[in-house]
Nanobody, 127 residues
Framework: QVQLIESGGGLVQAGGSLRLSCAAS????????MGWFRQAPGKEREFVAA????????YYADSVKGRFTISRDIAKNTAYLQMNSLKAEDTAVYYC????????????????????WGQGTQVTVSS
């Protein structure tokens, strides 16, 4: 198992930027896939982005492609989500998650493999 702690959420105006961090502990950080998900009020949790074990491959939901960037710093055991050009519809609780069963990610990845989750951090974008 791993423990995940998110930080960096807050209130920002539309068009602004935020960087979320996810500190991981408990297992070799460079051995598994990391992902970011979000859940808006009244909606189901949705996939945002994922990154493979080394950081060499990244994947994004269409809704955030070109605006968000996922990365990981293996030396710091931390994953990041840089969010630019934020929109009101990006308002949600953001969760980082770990898929300990896989080191690489593909477009057909099974999201149920993300078995370790952080507590979430609120991002509010005002229009």
């Amino acid at each position: 198992q791993v423990q995940l702690i998110e930080s960096g959420g807050g209130l920002v105006q539309a068009g602004g930027s935020l960087r979320l961090s996810c500190a991981a502990s408990g297992r070799t950080f460079s051995s598994y896939v990391m992902g970011w998900f979000r859940q808006a009020p009244g909606k189901e949790r949705e996939f945002v982005a994922a990154i493979n074990w080394s950081g060499s491959s990244t994947y994004y939901a269409d809704s955030v492609k070109g605006r968000f960037t996922i990365s990981r710093d293996i030396a710091k055991n931390t994953a990041y989500l840089q969010m630019n050009s934020l929109k009101a519809e990006d308002t949600a609780v953001y969760y980082c998650a770990a898929d300990l069963l896989h080191s690489d990610y593909s477009s057909s990845h099974d999201y149920t493999n993300f078995g370790s989750w952080g507590q979430g951090t609120q991002v509010t974008v005002s229009s």
